[in-house]
């Protein structure tokens, strides 16, 4: 069987729209949904998806970056650019799903669905590993399993492979079935179901019901009678199915879970016999995962021996890379997992989102994709990397090595992971962005130890999917046309300075405001090109901030006429912010300097208002709404006053998180959004509708006994009158777990237990009471995450999460994730 060939007319004859062609024999193969990251842009289509933005405000975009292929829903675009081909449709995203339809529906290939709350990603993943051996298999990439995802993952199918694995997600009522007929899988997975995400249904028997639908056509479902109760056997679809189960009667009974050291050792009845299988294994999570794969072996056909010994080597899944930062000023990418071209495409675009260093190196095993030819492969990898402009390569093994040729910049090659690390000590790498991404077998976690600084035992671990999920979340309540500033004072409330300007530059935020110039100047040289404000100048600092174009606020007269002063004779139009004081009574202008303020700025051409703003109070407290209301009132008079005198209109801006949340009436032309990218809004019950950002961890370092009346720590504060059990950690006040959460008040959770400190907390270490736990030395304690909140942490000392964000301490090491 061929590959189909698909020309631009030969998709608009698929999506049966309008179209308006240059040249119709243009082929494609890629499909486009960002304009951030196109690989070969002749062979590509652009499609102008909106969601929190009109997708056709990034056709500049795609066709500055050559890009002549678009479909899109507004005519008004295709006489802009005459040499384009454009597909006019009457929705962007259905035309994506319908043209992936008519591709899936060109192949015969067995395909396994797979849904449920969790572990999608994880089953299909194993199942990939656990099925390579006999089948070529196209799967998602990652996670990619919404309404847009899926229809992306379809369109990899290509003539060569014999099975497809696919997962599918949704979040509301009639999502599935468009997701069913793109998939249209023969074998149906549900995992684990979850009671979590519920929004979007009115109950879970509805969310459970909207999943199933995925299955409707299939010949062949594998699911656990638990994860459906409510809904009757007829209603259950596959015209067979196979049933697992720990609890009840089914295909597979397990009858016991052992754990062994670090594996799992299960036990069954299937066919009547008795059979079992180990898992490489220990938590809740990945045992339940890998029965559900236990249970597709066996309903594949697998003997129990197949099955078993497959099982026994599944390894560890990570979705996520890892930047973090490395020697000699090194910026490391941890992508150790996996090696496939889709997922290389992926890491290369996190890549080129930093900017912080203008060299980029990728170090890179060969990669496996069975039924490839080699220099096929070794081709598309080359100009993969030069189109990211990649300025090394490193290639490990063999297969990448015979094509050196094809790579024209720098590289070297080594022939396994052994000979790298012996060279290792003559290798140059100093200040460049580093790429570290190879199949597993290739051990690839010692070269990422070589390059990575020593991380320490505590660590914050920053995830950027959550923080990008937040930044949408306000993007969605404000209205279209609404700037947004970015807040990353203060290390970005702790989080971390270029790596989260980094993001938010690339998912494009309008404004950055920092506190200082130094810091402000720290994200110029880290290639940050985003406007900065700057909302303490210091006039020392007025030089630094004018070479780096920072744009500082201006709060009285005094610092702008010496503002004026610093600017020289060639400065013209130079930017600057004027503060409003409303009410805060911190810094800015009042009512009664605003004359003097017009008459200053009117005569001077030095400088240029940018925005006009103030700052509310009390955003999120509705005891003070009327004194939001009337500070509100105070900015438009006070703002208009000086618009009407300058002659010219500058943003005017004064919502800040909560501000966002509960006064959409003052979003005016930007708001500065703070807290609320971290996950916090205190407008928001619970936080609701944000994700954690941020955990924090430590290890223990030593676990004691203690005898009945012996103390704790210093001053011999922490007392055990009965005896009990100990466990110091490695984090203390200078770590920022300040003293307040000494004796009793702070807790942290050791493998699944909440357990209190014990005693003062000491600089470096703090000591909890373990007792009646199992616990050992080097068992990680989480001082916060997801379950064991920021929030709680805040209420335990009485503050606000601000202040323990902002307290962590420069010498805790921070990693970033991304997916
Ligand atoms: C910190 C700050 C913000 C952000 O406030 P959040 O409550 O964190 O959103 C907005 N404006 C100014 C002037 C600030 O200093």
């Not at 070794?378 to 090595?401: C, D, P």
Request: glycine fraction near 6%; charge should be negative; hydrophobic fraction near 40%.
């Amino acid at each position: 069987m061929q590959n189909p060939i698909y020309t631009i007319a030969k998709i608009a004859e698929i999506l049966n729209a309008d179209s308006k062609l240059v040249d119709a024999e243009v082929i494609i193969q890629y499909l486009v949904i960002d304009s951030r990251s196109i690989l070969v842009p002749e062979n590509s289509v652009f499609f102008a998806l909106s969601s929190h933005r009109d997708g056709h405000e990034f056709i500049k975009d795609a066709y500055a970056r050559d890009i002549r292929n678009f479909v899109v829903t507004k005519a008004e675009y295709v006489n802009q650019y005459p040499d384009g081909n454009f597909l006019l449709v009457d929705n962007v995203l259905a035309a994506l799903q319908q043209l992936s339809i008519y591709h899936r529906e060109q192949f015969q290939l067995q395909t396994i669905g797979i849904t449920g709350s969790n572990g999608k990603t994880i089953v299909k993943e194993w199942l990939y590993q656990l099925l390579a051996a006999d089948f070529n298999i196209v799967k998602s990439p990652k996670s990619y399993n919404s309404q847009i995802g899926v229809p992306l993952s379809v369109w990899q199918i290509e003539a060569d492979h014999t099975l497809g694995i696919f997962e599918a997600g949704i979040s509301a009522a009639n999502e599935m079935q468009r997701l069913a007929e793109i998939i249209q899988p023969g074998i149906g997975i549900l995992t684990n179901i979850g009671e979590a995400h519920a929004e979007g249904f009115s109950s879970k028997k509805e969310k459970l019901t909207e999943k199933l639908k995925l299955f409707s056509g299939s010949d062949l479902f594998i699911y656990s009678p638990e994860y459906v109760t409510g809904i009757s056997t007829k209603d259950l679809p596959g015209k067979k199915k196979f049933t697992w189960s720990s609890k009840q009667l089914a295909d597979l009974q397990i009858t016991a879970v052992e754990p062994i050291e670090g594996n799992c050792y299960l036990r069954a009845i299937y066919q009547d016999t008795e059979i079992a299988c180990m898992l490489p294994f220990k938590d809740k999570a990945s045992i339940e995962n890998g029965m559900i794969c236990w249970a597709t072996l066996l309903a594949l056909g697998y003997t129990p021996e197949q099955a078993d010994a497959r099982l026994e080597k599944l390894s560890h899944v990570s979705m996520r890379l890892e930047l973090k930062n490395g020697i000699n000023q090194c910026s490391i990418i941890d992508d150790s997992y996996s090696a496939d071209i889709s997922s290389l495409a992926i890491a290369l675009d996190f890549l080129n989102q930093q900017n912080q260093h203008p060299k980029k190196t990728v170090i890179l095993s060969e990669l496996f994709e069975t039924g490839r030819d080699d220099l096929d492969l070794y081709t598309e990898i080359a100009e993969l990397l030069a189109q990211k402009k990649v300025n090394r390569l490193i290639g490990i093994g063999t297969h990448i090595s015979r094509y050196a040729d094809l790579f024209n910049f720098e590289t070297q090659f080594f022939d396994d992971t052994n000979a790298f690390v012996e060279a290792f000590p003559g290798l140059q790498f100093s200040h460049e962005t580093i790429l570290v991404k190879g199949a597993r077998r290739f051990g690839f976690g010692r070269i990422s130890k070589l390059l990575t600084q020593k991380i320490h035992d505590t660590v914050l671990e920053i995830d950027l999917n959550a923080m990008v999920g937040n930044l949408q979340f306000y993007r969605s309540k404000i209205k279209p046309g609404v700037k947004i500033m970015a807040m990353v004072k203060a290390f970005s409330y702790g989080s971390g300075s270029f790596e989260i300007a980094n993001l938010l530059q690339f998912h494009k935020v309008d404004y950055l405001a920092v506190a200082y110039a130094d810091e402000g100047i720290a994200l110029r040289k880290a290639g940050i090109t985003l406007p900065i404000m700057v909302m303490s100048p210091e006039e020392s600092a007025f030089e630094a901030i004018i070479r780096h174009r920072l744009e500082p606020e201006i709060y009285s007269l005094e610092i702008l006429n010496s503002f004026l002063n610093a600017l020289s004779d060639y400065d013209f139009d130079y930017p600057i912010h004027i503060k409003i004081d409303s009410g805060m009574h911190r810094l800015g202008f009042d009512q009664t300097e605003v004359d003097a303020l017009a008459a200053l700025l009117k005569d001077s051409a030095r400088v240029k208002v940018q925005s006009i703003f103030s700052h509310l109070v009390a955003s999120d407290a509705a005891e003070h709404d009327g004194f939001t209301r009337q500070q509100i009132d105070t900015f438009k008079i006070i703002a208009h006053q000086l618009v009407n005198v300058l002659g010219y209109k500058p943003l005017l801006h004064i919502a800040n998180t909560s501000g966002i949340s509960r006064w959409p009436e003052a979003q005016m032309d930007m708001v500065r959004l703070g807290i609320g990218l971290y996950g916090f809004d205190a407008a928001l019950a619970n936080n609701r509708g944000l994700q954690t950002v941020m955990v924090l961890k430590t290890t223990v370092t030593q676990v004691k006994n203690l005898q009945p009346g012996e103390t704790v720590g210093y001053s011999r504060r922490g007392i055990m009158p009965n005896g009990g059990k100990i466990a110091t950690v490695k984090i203390g006040y200078a770590d920022g777990y300040t003293r307040y959460f000494g004796n009793g008040v702070g807790k942290m959770l050791i493998n699944g237990h909440l357990v209190p400190v014990i005693g003062s907390i000491c600089m470096d270490m703090t000591m909890l009471d373990v007792t009646g736990i199992d616990v050992k030395p080097g068992d990680e304690a989480i001082v916060f995450n997801q379950e064991h909140t920021i929030m709680q942490l805040a209420k335990d000392i009485n503050t606000i999460p601000y202040e323990i964000l902002t307290n962590i301490s420069q010498r805790v090491k921070r990693v970033y994730f991304y997916e």
